[in-house]
C-alpha cells in the first residue's frame, strides 16, 4: 500500500514549520556563528542544543572540537545576505582547492607585511572552507546511507534495486574522485613551516578525511550485502513461483516419497551419505553402567601385539661414489671449457657437446653444472668467455623462464 500523499505532505509541512522556528528561535546565535569560527554555547540550553543537531542545523566535526553551522545553512545564510566571499555557485572540490589556495598566499602576504587582523580573517575563512568541505562530503555519505535505508532498501523489483546500487555506487565513485583531488604532498609545500596552517590543512583534514574513506568502505560494504541478499532472496522466490506454476499445470501432482524408494534419482541423489558420529559423555553419572558393558563387548585382537624391538643406530652411507660422480661431472664440463678455448671465438653447444662426447649425464644436471662453473669463476676469468642461454616464458601468465641450452664462447 502507498502512503497517503496528504499525510505526506502534513508531515513534510510540519517538519519545515519546525526547522523554520528553530532557525528564527536561535537567530542570533545562527548568526554569530557565522560570523565566527563556532556556534557561542552560552545562550542555547542542552535540549535546544540537542534539537538544533537532530535537525542537521548544526554539526559537530569530531568530540573535540565546537559546534558548527551545517554548510547547507551557512550557504543559505550567505544567499540571503548577498555574501558573494561566502556563497558557492559550484561546490566541488576542485574550486575548494583553489579558493584555499588563494587564502593560504592572502595569509602568507598579511603575515608578512605585519596584518595581523587581516590575516586572523583570513584564517577564519580558511577554517571555514575547510569545515565546508569536510561538511560537503559528511552530508553526501549521510545521503547515502538514507537512500540504503529507504529507497534502496524497500524497493521490490530487480530492475529498480539494481538502479538505485548503480547510483549509490556512481555517488561513491564521484566522491571517491573528489577525496582523490586532494593532495596532501602539495598542501604541506604549500603551508611550509607554519604551525597553524599545518594543523588546519594537514593534520586535521587528513583526519577528517581518513574517516570519510572508512565511512565510504562501510557503505559500499552495505551496498554488496544488501545487493546479494536480494538477490537471494529474489531466487527462492522464483524457485517459489515456478512450484506453484507447475503444481496449477498439474493439480495431480503429488511428491514421491525419495526416502523409500530403492533408485533415487540423480537430481535427488546429489548429497553425501552421513554418517552419524558418537563420542562418550564421561559426565553422566546414569550412563556408567551402560559404556561399562558397551566397553566389555568390544572385540578383542585376535593376535597378540609383536614386542617393538630397539631401533638400532643409524649407519651413515659411504658417501665415496656420490664425491666420484661429482668430481666426473666437473672434469667433463672443464674439458668442455678447454674446447672452447681451443675452438677460439667459435660459439659451442653444451648440449650438442654432451650428445658429440657421448657422456651419460642428463641433460638438465649437464647445463646446470655449465652454469654453476661459469659462475664459480673469478670476475677476472669470467670476462674471458660469453655465456648466452637459449630460454623461453614458460606460459603468458607466468614470468618463469625454462632453459633450453646454453652456448659457450670467448668474449
Known amino acids: 500500500m502507498s502512503a497517503d500523499p496528504h499525510a505526506l505532505e ?29 556556534v557561542p554555547l552560552e545562550g542555547l540550553s542542552t535540549t535546544a542544543l540537542n534539537r538544533l ?41 576542485a574550486e575548494t582547492l583553489e579558493l584555499l589556495r588563494s587564502l593560504v598566499q592572502s595569509y602568507r602576504e598579511a603575515r608578512d607585511a605585519g596584518e595581523y587582523w587581516r590575516q586572523e580573517q583570513q584564517l577564519l575563512r580558511l577554517r571555514q572552507e575547510v569545515d565546508d568541505l569536510n561538511g560537503r562530503f559528511a552530508d553526501a555519505i549521510d545521503s547515502l546511507w538514507r537512500r540504503l535505508n529507504s529507497d534502496f532498501g524497500f524497493v521490490s523489483r530487480l530492475g529498480d534495486k539494481i538502479r538505485e546500487n548503480e547510483r549509490a555506487q556512481k555517488q561513491i565513485e564521484r566522491l571517491l574522485d573528489g577525496l582523490s583531488l586532494i593532495d596532501f604532498d602539495e598542501l604541506i609545500d604549500l603551508v611550509g613551516s607554519d604551525g597553524a596552517l599545518r594543523k588546519l590543512l594537514v593534520s586535521g ?133 678447454l674446447r672452447v678455448v681451443d675452438l677460439g671465438g667459435e660459439p659451442q653447444s653444451a648440449l650438442a657437446h654432451l650428445e658429440a662426447a657421448g657422456h651419460d649425464w642428463s641433460p638438465e644436471i649437464w647445463l646446470f653444472q655449465v652454469i654453476a662453473e661459469y659462475q664459480g669463476l673469478p670476475r677476472s676469468e669470467q670476462c674471458a668467455f660469453r655465456l648466452r642461454q637459449q630460454e623461453s616464458q614458460a606460459g603468458p601468465y607466468n614470468q618463469l623462464y625454462l632453459i633450453h641450452d646454453v652456448v659457450l664462447q670467448l668474449a
Open 10 to 38: 502534513s508531515r513534510l509541512v510540519s517538519t519545515g514549520v519546525e526547522r523554520l522556528a528553530l532557525l528564527g528561535k536561535h537567530a542570533e546565535a545562527l548568526m554569530a556563528g557565522y560570523a565566527r569560527e563556532e
Open 53 to 93: 543537531l537532530a535537525a542537521r542545523i548544526l554539526w559537530r566535526p569530531d568530540e573535540q572540537s565546537g559546534v558548527k553551522l551545517a554548510p547547507k545553512v551557512r550557504e543559505l545564510i550567505a544567499e540571503m545576505l548577498a555574501d558573494e566571499t561566502r556563497r558557492h555557485v559550484n561546490a566541488d572540490v
Open 205 to 337: 583534514l587528513q583526519q577528517q578525511l581518513t574517516q570519510h574513506f572508512t565511512s565510504l568502505r562501510e557503505v559500499q560494504r552495505r551496498l554488496v550485502e544488501l545487493m546479494a541478499r536480494f538477490r537471494q532472496q529474489q531466487a527462492r522466490s522464483r524457485l517459489v513461483a515456478g512450484m506453484a506454476g507447475f503444481l496449477r499445470e498439474h493439480p495431480g501432482f503429488v511428491p514421491g516419497n525419495y526416502a523409500m524408494r530403492g533408485e533415487v534419482p540423480g537430481l535427488v541423489n546429489r548429497a553425501a551419505p552421513l554418517h552419524a558420529a558418537g563420542a562418550l559423555a564421561l559426565d553422566h553419572d546414569a550412563d556408567a553402567r551402560a559404556l561399562t558393558e558397551l566397553l566389555h563387548r568390544l572385540p578383542r585382537p585376535a593376535h597378540r601385539p609383536e614386542p617393538v624391538t630397539a631401533a638400532g643406530a643409524a649407519v651413515l652411507q659411504d658417501d665415496t661414489l656420490v664425491a666420484a660422480r661429482q668430481q666426473a661431472l666437473k672434469e667433463d664440463v672443464e674439458r668442455f671449457y
